[in-house]
């Protein structure tokens, strides 16, 4: 009992440090770990594998231990009974359960590389289907969703039960395969000189034997066919345990770096991996504290790349980024990223408050619901939370499905003002308002500070017209740069995009 007891303890406690370690590895690794990766793989280990792990592998392991440590007890008691019955039905019973471990070995391995597999494809196809259920619900695809999903659960669900089959199935042979050995055996004696009286002893003592040795060659098959089924989901775990984590990443938030004059790209070329094409090329460029930049260009010409380099999210292949002629670099990335707030073009919102989403990251007791209300009337947003039957309180549902594309975006924007950054990035921020919010939006946001640096992404020219510096891209490389006046002057393609 207390050896039950412990072993359960040790396996489901294990089971939560290994999610919960394998969840804090994967936040801690960098933006571009992230965005080159599939977030289904990642999901799935953590709940789909490490279950595998804890049922497949540490819930047997204190079986397999205790069928050996049983096995070994058995056979020495029965030595002191008949020494010629103990060891051979030891070896006889033993070599069986090895031949089926040989032959169910590379079933056991395929499986457990089709189980992990197709865990990925699952929670892949639940993501998609469910992620995107407005246009499948208005397309009327959900046989198309329904049968990828069909596709990779049903060779999920077959390996295992071929696995489970394996594991179960030699108990019946084994015990069929003991009767006739023993009956042989006892015809065999009941032929020799002494007859069945002789013979008596020596077939209670192999019954004893085969009625002990059995299940515990059993258990031991079992748990070690558990095992070797979830080879494939320790190896995905173990892979995400051994991700590695810098030092700079664990180290307390500090205060946020001093920024007093401006931001300078200096020959700052990047691209996602060795062998592939350039997404920035050679980019020269000078920010000033206090000024509003515009960055604009066609689809793929680097504007979102540039920021996130920026923002110390990306770090550049050549060249560096300088904030008032220091490198953003190791220790000083954080502390640089405390002055920086962004609002990108889909709006993350959680299910949760429209208070706690403003006040994203931070714990009901710790929001401050002023600051709340101020920044929502900044953005422009504050009056329909005010007049929504709930204000503040209200829940926007999973991912803000409860909110219009301008009301989610708007509540982006209070996010961004909540954290009081002295640098403003909106990457096509308000490309779901109309003209007059958006204006009277930007122009909430530039009364702020004549210290706030705002950089925006847009394509519609309007959004930039007033900026301080406009800056065109094209094919990662600056193309132009200057007042929108200037930019019309002098730029052909400027000229195309306004027109």
């Known amino acids: 009992m207390l050896w039950l007891w412990v072993s359960v303890r040790f396996t489901f406690l294990s089971g939560a440090d290994l999610s919960a370690e394998v969840y804090r590895r994967t936040l801690y690794q960098s933006y571009q770990v992230h965005v080159a990766?599939?977030?289904?793989?990642?999901?799935?280990?953590?709940?789909?594998?490490?279950?595998g792990v804890v049922f497949g592998v540490l819930q047997p392991l204190p079986i397999l231990i205790s069928s050996v440590v049983m096995l070994i007890a058995i056979?020495?008691?029965?030595?002191?009974?008949?020494?010629?019955?103990?060891?051979?039905?030891?070896?006889?019973?033993?070599?069986?359960?090895?031949?089926?471990a040989w032959m169910s070995r590379r079933q056991l391995e395929q499986n457990s590389q089709r189980v992990a597999n197709s865990q990925t494809r699952s929670v892949k196809a639940l993501q998609e289907g469910l992620g995107g259920v407005r246009d499948v619900v208005l397309d009327g695809t959900q046989p198309l969703y329904c049968n990828v999903f069909q596709q990779a659960d049903y060779p999920l669900r077959r390996?295992?039960?071929?696995?489970?089959?394996?594991?179960?199935?030699?108990?019946?042979?084994?015990?069929a395969l003991g009767m006739v050995v023993?009956?042989?055996?006892?015809?065999?004696?009941?032929?020799?000189?002494?007859?069945?009286a002789t013979a008596f002893p020596v077939l209670g003592a192999l019954a004893l034997g085969a009625q002990r040795l059995l299940p515990a060659l059993q258990n031991g098959f079992?748990?070690?066919?558990?095992?070797?089924?979830?080879?494939?989901?320790?190896?995905?775990?173990?892979?995400?345990?051994?991700?590695?984590?810098?030092?700079?990443?664990?180290?307390?938030?500090?205060?946020?770096?001093?920024?007093?004059?401006?931001?300078?790209f200096e020959a700052v070329s990047f691209r996602y991996a060795a062998d592939g094409p350039w997404v920035l090329d050679n980019i020269n460029l000078t920010i000033p504290k206090g000024s509003q930049v515009g960055f604009v260009g066609s689809t793929g010409s680097g504007k979102s790349t540039l920021l996130d380099i920026l923002m110390g999210l990306l770090t550049s292949t050549r060249g560096d980024v300088l904030v008032d002629g220091r490198p953003i670099k190791g220790s000083y990335t954080k502390a640089w990223q405390r002055n920086i707030a962004h609002v990108p073009q889909s709006i993350y919102l959680t299910d949760a408050t429209i208070a706690e989403n403003i006040a994203f990251g931070l714990p009901r007791d710790a929001i401050d619901?002023?600051?709340?209300?101020?920044?929502?009337s900044q953005a422009q947003i504050a009056n329909f939370i005010e007049n929504s039957q709930n204000g503040y309180e209200s829940f926007v549902g999973e991912r803000g499905v409860r909110l219009?594309?301008?009301?989610?975006?708007?509540?982006?924007?209070?996010?961004?003002?909540?954290?009081?950054?002295?640098?403003?990035?909106?990457?096509?921020?308000?490309?779901?308002?109309?003209?007059?919010?958006?204006?009277?939006?930007?122009?909430?946001?530039?009364?702020?500070?004549?210290?706030?640096?705002?950089?925006?992404?847009?394509?519609?020219?309007?959004?930039?017209?007033?900026?301080?510096?406009?800056?065109?891209?094209?094919?990662?490389?600056?193309?132009?740069?200057?007042?929108?006046?200037?930019?019309?002057?002098?730029?052909?393609?400027f000229r195309t995009m306004a027109s």
């Not at 990766?37 to 279950?51: A, F, Q």
């Not at 002191?80 to 039905?89: N, R």
């Not at 619901?369 to 929502?376: L, N």
């Open 37 to 51: 990766r599939n977030s289904s793989e990642v999901i799935s280990t953590i709940i789909n594998k490490v279950n």
């Open 75 to 100: 056979t020495i008691a029965l030595l002191f009974i008949d020494a010629t019955v103990a060891i051979t039905a030891t070896v006889f019973f033993g070599s069986c359960y090895g031949i089926v």
């Open 159 to 175: 390996a295992q039960g071929e696995s489970y089959f394996i594991g179960v199935y030699p108990r019946f042979g084994m015990e």
């Open 182 to 196: 023993i009956a042989g055996l006892a015809y065999g004696l009941s032929l020799s000189p002494g007859g069945v």
């Open 222 to 264: 079992a748990a070690w066919a558990n095992i070797a089924s979830s080879r494939a989901a320790l190896s995905d775990t173990l892979e995400l345990l051994d991700q590695p984590i810098s030092e700079e990443m664990l180290k307390p938030a500090s205060e946020a770096l001093a920024f007093r004059d401006a931001i300078r």
């Open 369 to 376: 619901m002023r600051r709340v209300r101020q920044v929502a």
């Open 404 to 493: 219009s594309g301008g009301q989610r975006q708007r509540i982006g924007i209070a996010r961004a003002l909540y954290k009081q950054a002295s640098v403003l990035v909106f990457d096509e921020a308000t490309s779901a308002l109309d003209n007059a919010t958006e204006q009277s939006v930007m122009n909430a946001i530039a009364s702020l500070s004549q210290d706030l640096t705002i950089l925006l992404i847009a394509h519609r020219l309007t959004t930039v017209r007033h900026c301080d510096i406009i800056v065109e891209l094209e094919h990662g490389r600056v193309v132009a740069q200057g007042t929108y006046e200037q930019l019309l002057e002098c730029s052909p393609s």
